[in-house]
Each structure stands twice: as C-alpha cells, then as structure tokens.
C-alpha cells in the first residue's frame, strides 16, 4: 500500500508557471510508471505525462514542450514542472503509481485553475 498526496496547486494567469509535487509514503523505486493525469470539469480524466522507473518520459500532445515530469526516487517524491500555462490546462491533477498496464494508487488531487 502507498499513499499519495498531491501539492501545488493554485491560480494563476495564463502564461505562467506552476510546479506540482507529488509526495508518497512508500518506496516509489518499486513502481515502473508514475504519472499524472487531470480531469477538467465535465472531461474524463486524462494522461498529462508519465516517467519510467528509468526516468523514460512520455507527454501528452497538448504538453508536450510545455509541462516537465522528473521524479526523485530517493525522495520517493515525483513532480510536474507546468510553464507557459494556458487556460486549457484548468482542471484537477492527479498523481498515480503503477505499471504500464496503468495506475494502481491515485493521489486525492490538487487543482489547478490557469485565468485568461
């Protein structure tokens, strides 16, 4: 078992930057994917970026260049650099642990509010 918990969020204006922390009680090393997904109202939740065990990244197209996913396995902590933020990137964020076969441990989120 691990939990998560999510940290960072906030509002702000259109073209800044907001960096997300995800905080987790176990050991993360063990789990080959970690990720963070958001869901925006009225949306499903979707894959915003994931990173290997091995630090391998994947993004989403409407991020890529954009948000920066890393993780510390030593902290055991994983984070989400967000820049250039657009008003599209409203919603609440998500970090998961797991496989890739997809997520088996979901943080309590934390929102994200971007302002035109």
């Known amino acids: 078992q691990v939990q998560l918990v999510e940290s960072g969020g906030g509002l702000v204006q259109a073209g800044e930057s907001l960096r997300l922390s995800c905080a987790a009680s176990g050991n993360i090393f063990r789990f080959n994917v970690m990720s963070w997904f958001r869901q925006a109202p009225g949306k499903q939740r979707e894959m915003v970026a994931t990173?290997?065990?091995?630090?391998?990244?994947n993004y989403a197209d409407s991020v890529k260049g954009r948000f920066t996913i890393s993780r510390d396995n030593a902290k055991n902590m994983v984070y989400l650099q967000m820049n250039s933020l657009k008003p599209e990137d409203t919603g609440v964020y998500y970090c998961?642990?797991?496989?890739?076969?997809?997520?088996?441990?979901w943080g309590q989120g934390t929102q994200v509010t971007v302002s035109s």
């Open positions: 990173i290997s065990r091995l630090s391998l990244t």
């Open positions: 998961s642990a797991g496989t890739i076969t997809g997520p088996s441990y």
